[in-house]
């Protein structure tokens, strides 16, 4: 009789693929989504950041109750295409009467699905536990996402919290990892010295604690259980060097895709590269989009704030052929996740040089290229307000950082506005786009805007919009031969209803905010060598009473 072998297998023990069958180790509150899981009429949403074992406990629970894949239960994952498909079909077995085969459903990455179909669920589960008398085993589901993915889940469907048993993974202990590592050495015969650099490389995720445990075991050449007790030295550095020249090859295009946004241009503002080198110095996967905002220089803030209703179509855009979500996610609720513990470890040791080379920008003059807050600012009388606001949505559009009053009421609300605002007209912004016609030279918070911008010792920052022949004459210090954007046809059109029509936006377009564009993508850093550094805008000082309208945006009491 042959003896039994009793090795294990490297690719087994600390296993990067798959549920590990030696190297598990249970949460605290394992037995309580066991109880879930058989508890009639009770969902399950189990949240957390990637590589923290949220799928993990799931598949461990169907382990050890015997349950196979699609008898028991059923699995899918929102990043498969076919998902939503799956998860209406499921539904819609159940609006007919009929019980789902299998009658347990696993949706994985539940977070990337629309918040609108959350909502949905949410109020779908509601109805399903409703009914979960009528059967012995009702259908159930179990969601798993990164954290605050249950929140929309939740928003229509409030009295589902005591159906759901809600989890929310935190990253692991030290003292768990350190588990792992005891189970794995016992299971291969080995010892790592350094445990502490060990622990704190793995940053508190199972799955990384995995990878880099099987890459000291594979560089010491232990493939399987070792006969005799096998101390393992490793030198931790070198490991991470060689990680860092393999994994550039498959995240620097991840992360020069997402640095560059909507549209990249080397000498103007980078939000996105901006948001990127935020996510690196942040210790955690899951990020909210303030704590993400907190990281990144004041003066900056602004640009990051503009861009979050573009951030999603920038990680996943169809038309593009862009799709970075296996490796970041986000949801303008939840903020940011980096899904890939992998991308997180690239991030982590991401030299922001060799981040700038890829990108094309001169480390020296990263900074210069940086200089402005807003890239257009726009000084208006209020009778152009409706114009003002088109050019701005469609500059907004392009991922243009704009300083538009309306738009940043929270940024003005109590501050000394004349000060606060001086800052904006005279070093804050790159270009100034003034709209003049006949009232801009009669109100006397444009004549201020005026005064401030002309006597700037910038050079070649103030672009003129004609609105009519008054403000085809120009103004004082604005003089008429300065080359100009000519939109008196749209706001004649508009006068009145203060309606812009679909074709005066095109027009907008292709004579305001292309030609803007143009001029943004050919500013080169140090092009105003005359100007002042910029300042935040936080020093604030109130101009007469009257004006704080601007700070609250009522129009009834627009100060323009």
Request: with cysteine; proline share 6%; glycine share 8%.
């Amino acid at each position: 009789m042959s003896e039994v072998d009793t090795r294990r297998r490297l690719e087994d023990v600390f296993k990067t693929v798959g549920l590990p069958p030696y190297t598990y180790v249970k949460p605290s509150y394992f037995g309580e989504v066991k109880s879930d899981v058989l508890s009639a009429g009770r969902h399950l949403l189990i949240e957390g950041p990637s590589g923290i074992g949220k799928t993990c406990v799931a598949y461990k629970i169907f382990e050890e109750l015997g349950w196979t894949e699609g008898v028991e239960y059923a699995y899918v994952s929102c990043r498969d295409a076919d998902a939503e498909a799956k998860i209406t079909d499921f539904f819609g077995t159940l609006s007919g009467g009929d019980t789902p085969r299998p009658r347990v459903l696993v949706v994985d990455d539940f977070h990337l699905l629309g918040k609108d179909h959350r909502g949905e669920i949410g109020s779908a589960l509601k109805r399903l536990s409703d009914r979960s008398f009528e059967e012995p085993e009702p259908p159930k589901l179990i969601l798993i996402g990164i954290p605050t993915a249950g929140d929309s889940l939740l928003a229509d469907a409030l009295d589902l919290g005591p159906r759901l048993g809600s989890y929310r993974f935190e990253r692991a202990s030290d003292i768990e990892i350190d588990r792992l590592i005891s189970e794995g050495e016992t299971a291969l015969n080995v010892l790592f010295e350094d445990r502490d650099v060990l622990l704190g490389e793995s940053g508190g995720n199972f799955w990384l604690a995995q990878y880099i445990c099987n890459k000291i075991c594979a560089t010491g050449e232990v493939f399987s259980t070792t006969p005799d007790v096998r101390i393992l030295t490793f030198d931790l550095l070198s490991i991470r060097q060689r990680l860092m020249t393999e994994l550039p090859t498959r995240y620097m295009p991840v992360a020069r895709s997402f640095a560059k946004g909507k549209k990249w241009r080397p000498g103007g503002n980078k939000p996105y590269l901006e948001v990127l080198l935020a996510l690196a110095r942040f210790p955690d996967s899951v990020a909210s989009f303030d704590k993400v905002l907190a990281l990144v220089p004041e003066r900056r803030r602004p640009g990051i704030k503009a861009i979050r209703p573009n951030i999603a179509e920038v990680i996943h855009d169809p038309m593009k052929g862009t799709d970075l979500r296996r490796q970041l996610a986000f949801d303008p609720d939840a903020g940011f996740s980096i899904e890939d513990p992998l991308f997180r470890y690239f991030l982590t040791h991401l030299d922001d040089e060799k981040l700038f080379t890829e990108l094309g920008v001169e480390s020296e003059n990263m900074e210069s290229a940086r200089v402005y807050a807003y890239d257009v600012g726009f000084s208006f009388a209020g009778e152009a307000r409706h114009v003002v606001e088109a050019v701005n949505a469609e500059l907004k559009a392009e991922d243009v950082v704009t300083f538009y009053d309306f738009d940043q009421q929270a940024v003005l609300l109590a501050l000394d506005l004349q000060s606060a605002l001086e800052h904006v007209y005279t070093e804050s912004c790159r270009y100034y786009l003034v709209f003049l016609e006949r009232h801009y030279k009669e109100k006397v918070w444009t004549r201020w805007e005026q005064d401030i911008m002309t006597h700037s010792r910038r050079r070649g920052h103030i672009i003129p919009v004609v609105l009519d022949d008054d403000g085809e004459r120009g103004v004082v210090g604005v003089p008429s031969t300065i080359g100009r954007i000519d939109l008196k046809d749209v706001l004649a059109a508009s006068e009145g209803t203060g309606i812009i029509g679909e074709d005066d936006r095109v027009s907008i377009r292709n004579r305001c905010v292309i030609p803007m564009l143009e001029k943004l993508d050919s500013w080169t850093p140090g092009e105003d060598a005359s100007a002042p550094e910029p300042a935040a805008v936080s020093a604030p000082a109130i101009p007469p009473a009257a004006d704080v309208a601007v700070a609250t945006g009522r129009p009834n009491e627009d100060i323009r």
